[in-house]
């Protein structure tokens, strides 16, 4: 009963982590939006 | 001024600024200069920024699946029949492998979420870093001009305002430039007027027109006046009209500067202006093509140059 248990948890545990990275890969940033960042980050917003 | 003959090193123009980015593993310290060594600590742990976003992002999704390695065993650790710990062996392989492709799919996505926190979560220190690396740069003026020219053209990558542009700039006039050089104009190109921005303009339509462009033209008439009052102010208008006369757009677009400086241009180029405006006699408006018909009736009535049928694309 006890290695049901852990499976059920694992499969919970599985199931969650999955959809976290699969939902949250549209809201990732893009390699322009790190770029833009970036260049804020160093010149500030009128220089970039 | 003796102008000094150089060799730039090879320039790897980079489609995004963070790419000339590197870290040291050891002590989080950003570069731009492309040292083996790292400026802060001295040692030789140098990586692409990338490079480090996607090992902390491995590393974060490793721990998840050594998590879930980890549940997999216990369960078939407390399994009490054999049949029980296939059961579990078989699920959790299953469930592991899943996450796995999972994580495999969205890597990328989380390569780029790691690498902008990354940048983020120091922001004062990478600015730090970036103005160290610029005085690092700078502080070869004296020595080695030409290590000062191409450490700053690295750095303009990523900072970008008019003093590194001016560096540039100012550089450039002590070298001797050549139509092979991997010579910029646009990036260098500043907010306010410079005499020796102006000059290199200059410089630039004798060995490479093809760099004179639209914000360049819009430069030169911004600052018109300004560049006339230069000794040589006549002849870089000129040769910046001259750069237009390269394409029918330009002569379009800039028919101010080229008719007022029409009358100094060299034969190629005027013959160049004059076949345009021959081929386009509705299009380039009545100022533009009397002046140049003044011209020629003026220097070039008796030329056979420009008694010949034109050949389409011989002069650029």
Same mark, same amino acid.
């Given at each position: ?29 893009? =390699? ?17 | ?9 090879? #320039? =790897? ?14 002590? =989080? ?7 083996? =060594? ?24 490793h721990t998840s699946l050594l998590i879930a390695v980890f549940i997999g065993l216990v369960?078939?650790?407390?399994? #009490? ?91 450039? #006039? ?88 029409? #009358? ?53």
């Amino acid at each position: 009963m006890l290695a049901y248990g852990c499976l059920g948890i694992l499969f919970l545990y599985a199931a969650v982590r999955a959809g976290f990275y699969w939902f949250r890969r549209n809201s990732a940033p893009t =390699q322009q939006d790190i770029d833009n960042s970036l260049l804020t980050i160093l010149n500030g917003e009128s220089e970039r | 001024m003796k102008k000094i003959p150089v060799h730039f090193r090879p #320039h =790897q123009p980079v489609k995004y600024s963070y790419q000339k980015l590197t870290i040291c593993k050891s002590c =989080q310290t950003f570069t731009a200069l492309g040292n083996q =060594q790292c400026p802060a600590c001295g040692k030789s742990s140098l990586v692409p920024v990338e490079q480090h976003a996607a090992s902390t992002a491995k590393r974060s999704m490793h721990t998840s699946l050594l998590i879930a390695v980890f549940i997999g065993l216990v369960a078939i650790f407390l399994s #009490h029949t054999l049949l029980q710990m296939v059961l579990c062996g078989a699920a959790g392989l299953s469930l592991v492998t899943l996450l796995w492709f999972v994580q495999r799919q969205v890597m990328a996505q989380e390569t780029n979420r790691a690498l902008l926190a990354l940048l983020q979560q120091d922001q004062e220190r990478l600015g730090q870093d970036m103005y160290r690396d610029w005085e690092t740069a700078f502080s070869n003026w004296d020595s080695d001009k030409q290590l000062t020219y191409e450490l700053l053209r690295e750095l303009s990558a990523l900072l970008r305002n008019d003093t590194i542009r001016l560096q540039q700039v100012a550089l450039l #006039h002590y070298f001797v430039l050549r139509k092979d050089m991997d010579l910029v104009l646009e990036p260098l190109l500043i907010t306010n007027y410079d005499p020796l921005l102006a000059d290199y303009i200059g410089e630039l339509t004798k060995i490479k027109r093809d760099l004179i462009k639209d914000s360049t033209f819009q430069y030169v008439l911004n600052y018109e006046l300004e560049i006339l009052g230069l000794e040589n102010g006549q002849d870089i208008l000129a040769g910046v009209a001259g750069a237009a006369v390269r394409m029918k757009r330009y002569v379009l677009s800039y028919s101010g500067l080229v008719r007022r400086y029409a #009358h100094k241009l060299p034969k190629d180029r005027f013959l160049r202006l004059y076949r345009i405006v021959q081929q386009n006699p509705h299009e380039m408006g009545e100022r533009l093509t009397s002046e140049v018909h003044r011209i020629y009736q003026e220097k070039y009535q008796w030329d056979p140059d420009f008694q010949e049928p034109s050949t389409r694309g011989s002069l650029i």
